[in-house]
């Protein structure tokens, strides 16, 4: 009886340990979903304010932001605010042709790496590991501002969701759609006493190569984001 007992006992130690390690491995690997906090709807800051104290931000204090601060970040650039779908940003007919991606370095609570924005779910898809800021800078004209910054957004388009609709004047939308999103960035930024800079100068085949883009997604900007270095 004790000898079952015990074996039981060890039974169940040994598959509480392989499930631990599962737990812990896989949360390391890509394809991995994380869940992003939900946005908030209300801040301390008006619209007015944000607007009047908007700038472009180059140099970071490489501080530590919190999950919450790139949820709100992602949610101002590309979230779902309507049941029907609809977007925080306009989107010509309504085709949302753009797809955000992460480069985590200084998130609370979020290993460094690749993550693609999973707009519909609200979640963070894992596509790389490891602090990719200083290859990002390396393929930007503003380095300093990538190299420092706490997390760099990249703003894709897939212009054949809206060419296919729209002919000539599509590809046209996309790249506007893009002034959309960034201009939400920059805003939302400002509420967050954070920084960013709108950098369309940088190697495109680079950084298609290091988000894993394989498909016909086309880095239009990349965002920067910290808390601005006081000099
Ligand atoms: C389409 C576009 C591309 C830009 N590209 C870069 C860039 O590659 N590097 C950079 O440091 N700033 C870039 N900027 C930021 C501008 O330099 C900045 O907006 C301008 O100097 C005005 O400053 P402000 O944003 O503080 O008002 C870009 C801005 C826009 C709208």
């Known amino acids: 009886m004790n000898f079952l007992l015990l074996s039981i006992l060890v039974i169940c130690f040994i ?18 979903c994380i869940k992003l906090p939900s946005p ?13 104290l908007r700038r472009s931000s180059r140099d970071f204090d490489e ?21 029907g779908g609809f977007r925080t940003a306009p989107s010509a007919g309504a085709t949302y042709p753009l797809e955000i991606y992460l480069i ?31 290859e990002l800078s390396s393929l930007c004209s503003s380095k300093i501002s990538v190299f420092n910054a706490s997390v760099s957004l990249i703003i894709c388009g897939v212009y054949e969701r809206t060419v296919w609709k729209y002919t000539d004047k ?18 939302q930024a400002v509420t967050l006493n954070l920084g960013t800079v709108f950098i369309g100068d940088f ?8 988000l894993n883009i394989q498909n016909e997604e086309v880095p239009l900007c990349i965002m920067p984001i910290g808390k601005v270095k006081i000099s």
């Open 63 to 83: 501080s530590f932001i919190s999950l919450k601060t790139v949820s709100q970040i992602l949610w101002a650039a590309q979230g779902v605010n309507d049941k």
């Open 15 to 32: 598959s509480v340990c392989a499930a631990a390690i599962y737990f812990y491995f896989s949360s390391k690997k890509e394809g991995i």
């Open 170 to 187: 599509g590809k046209m939308y996309v790249d506007m759609e893009v002034g959309s999103a960034s201009e939400n960035i920059y805003l």
């Open 203 to 210: 190697d495109e085949v680079g950084v298609k190569k290091l």
């Open 40 to 52: 908030f709807k209300e801040g301390n800051i008006s619209l007015e304010e944000a607007i009047s």
């Open 104 to 134: 985590a370095g200084l998130v609370s609570g979020l290993d460094a790496g690749v993550y693609k924005f999973k707009i519909k779910l609200h979640q963070l898809e894992k596509v790389k590991v490891g602090d990719l800021r200083p």
